[in-house]
């Protein structure tokens, strides 16, 4: 699992769900609670309502009793009969209509009415008189006393559409007593139901438990309405004065309260659930989207957090895995003070303790490769000395060993020749031959005493502090004449102050003559002819030069101009020997000889000979 997904998590249990548990759990309280309290506030309103319907109710019908009793009705004339009946008529403004009928319940002459619009009093329809007289069975009333007042059946008044109910007032005593019957329509009470309820998010009906149905209401469309099949099971199966329950579809709360001295009639308080619980339901989803919110926020905390937090993290894998790369010089950059910062540290340290070892052991490394190569040189020239010492020493045996065999023969065909020459004259035409063959034996003589000369073991040298300078201007000054005759031009830089070597100046000299010899044979035939000569001091060692700017050594021939007996010289003379003998002075002196050469361009010779 991810670090970002545990982080998610531990901050669901930590944070999230204790708070959205417990706000649910006060939400639901809260709930429980108001609902508690709407039941009780709707029974308080359906318990005061029916008792104000009952008096509204009663109320005209006691006053239609008591207007009743004022009169004589059997002793008073017509027009004072219908007078009565007008003052049956002014007793209440829900009268529509007040009408005389015999002890048979039979119409007795015209009924006291008025048109609808023109006054307070409900209109009335003439047309529905008969239907008026038939809604009260008066023969219920003809034992009963003068004023004794009856409800007939509920119906719906013509002109205005609401509930009206036939009320009839015994007008004497005695079973032949006239009755009085008035109409009465509900529409004072549907103004007292709308009152009670105004500002409820429900609504309030009268209603009929034997009929059924709704009698008035605060909602004018519910009136002389079926009541719901379960309202009115529920109504009719319960008894107690004042209770409450629950419909499901729709969802509604209801109170419901008898109307006294009513029978059969019940005041009915109806609240939407969802309207009555809107605010702990609107606090509910205020809750599910501060929690929800609040969520996101911890999301997007979280995730910049981690991302943060993976990214310093990644910082100090990717030096880890540099290091294990080999790439020790590189450093972990990480921000902050804490625990990653302190292992971004701990790995820079790491990475530079790496670093340091890995350079002392590199170094260890190049100085033990510079010292194998050292000795490795050494070895070489050690090898390579051996080798030029033991071709030296052969050449040396094996010219010793010629020189020894030449020169007697040679000596004999000399010394026959300059006697063969002695008796004839210089015009006999054999004595030019003679002369050449001893000009032949004397070459022979010379080459075999080159020979004898190298063979030959040398005293040791005697190694002493020379001026570098003089040495070359004494060997310079026995052939200047020769190099300046031939056209060379000669340049000399002398060090200052004068640079002193352990040498042998004999055998230097010997040195110096025989490079310049090689020097003048290599310019024979170049255009530029230039000779330069140079001392130096470098490094505590001293050093004199050469330089020509002849024909060049071929790189084939590199290798080999310090054998005896080689040589690339267009006119072969001295048979090889100077560079060896060179090469073997400076050796002896505990020197060396460098060659730096390119074909066309010129040779320079530098020896370095310890300084004095």
């Known amino acids: 699992m991810r670090l970002y997904q545990q982080l998610i998590l531990f901050m669901l249990a930590a944070t999230v769900l204790p708070l959205a548990v417990v706000g649910f759990l006060l939400l639901s309280r809260a709930e429980a609670e108001l609902t508690g309290r709407i039941v009780s506030e709707q029974h308080v309103i359906a318990e005061t309502t029916a008792e104000s319907a009952s008096a509204e109710l009663m109320k005209t019908v006691d006053a239609l009793a008591r207007s009743a009793e004022l009169f004589n ?48 009093h409900p209109g009335f329809e003439p047309s529905a008189l008969l239907d008026l007289a038939r809604s009260v069975p008066v023969q219920t009333l003809r034992r009963g006393n003068k004023g004794q007042a009856a409800l007939g059946r509920v119906y719906a008044h013509a002109p205005s559409g609401r509930a009206a109910v036939a009320v009839a007032v015994k007008l004497g005593d005695g079973e032949d007593a006239p009755f009085a019957l008035a109409e009465v329509v509900f529409s004072d009470l549907e103004d007292l139901l709308a009152r009670r309820a105004a500002g409820s998010p429900g609504y309030i009906d009268l209603v009929d438990t034997t009929a ?9 469309e ?13 109504l009719v199966s319960d008894d107690a004065q004042v209770r409450g329950f629950r419909l499901d579809t729709p969802a509604m709360r209801v109170s419901a309260a008898r109307v006294p001295k009513v029978p059969g009639f019940e005041v009915v308080v109806a609240v939407d659930e969802a309207v009555a619980l809107a605010p702990v339901r609107a606090m509910r989803r205020t809750v599910l989207l501060s929690i929800g919110a609040a969520f996101a926020v911890l999301l997007g905390l979280g995730a910049l957090f981690t991302r943060r937090l993976n990214l310093r993290l990644s910082r100090v894998v990717a ?28 790995f820079n340290s790491m990475g530079s303790e790496l670093e340091s070892a890995r350079a002392r052991m590199l170094r260890w490394n190049d100085d033990l490769k510079s010292r194998v190569e050292e000795a490795t040189a050494e070895l070489k020239a050690a090898q390579a000395q051996l080798l030029e010492a033991q071709k030296l020493a052969a050449v040396g045996q094996l010219g010793a060993g010629v020189a020894h065999e030449i020169n007697n023969p040679l000596a004999g065909i000399l010394g026959n020749t300059q006697l063969l ?148 010289k267009d006119v072969w003379s001295n048979v090889g020997l100077g560079l060896s003998v060179a090469w073997r002075v400076v050796s002896e002196a505990g020197g060396t000889i460098e060659v730096r050469t390119e074909v066309g361009q010129g040779t320079c010779f530098t020896v370095w000979l310890p300084k004095a």
């Open 73 to 120: 009705w059997e002793s008073i004339t017509p027009e004072e009969f219908q007078g009565g009946l007008q003052l049956l008529y002014g007793q209440s403004p829900a009268v529509s209509a007040v009408m005389h009928l015999d002890a048979l319940g039979n119409p007795r002459g015209s009924p006291v009415f008025q048109a609808a619009g023109d006054s307070e």
């Open 421 to 568: 020459m002695l008796e004839r004259d210089e015009k006999d035409p054999d004595f030019d031959t003679l002369r050449k063959i001893e000009l032949s034996a004397k070459r022979c003589k010379e080459i075999t005493q080159n020979l004898l000369r190298f063979s030959q073991q040398r005293a040791r040298p005697e190694l002493r502090a020379v001026d570098l300078n003089a040495v070359l201007r004494d060997a310079l000054s026995l052939t200047e004449n020769q190099i300046k005759g031939e056209g060379i031009a000669l340049v000399s830089e002398w060090a200052s102050p004068p640079t002193r070597a352990k040498a042998d100046p004999g055998h230097l000299s010997q040195v110096v003559l025989a490079l310049v010899s090689n020097a003048r044979t290599a310019m024979m035939k170049t255009e530029a002819k230039r000779l330069s000569l140079r001392t130096g001091e470098r490094d505590g060692r001293c050093f004199f030069e050469v330089e020509d700017t002849g024909k060049g050594i071929a790189p084939e021939h590199r290798s080999r101009i310090f054998e005896p007996f080689f040589t690339t």
């Open 222 to 234: 519910r009136r002389l309405r079926p009541l719901e099949p379960v309202l009115a099971t529920w």
């Open 212 to 220: 059924r149905r709704v009698l008035a209401s605060s909602l004018s």
């Open 319 to 346: 030096g880890a895995e540099a290091f294990g790369r080999g790439e020790l010089e590189r450093r972990v950059t990480v921000e902050g003070d804490d625990e990653l910062s302190e292992l971004a540290s701990s």
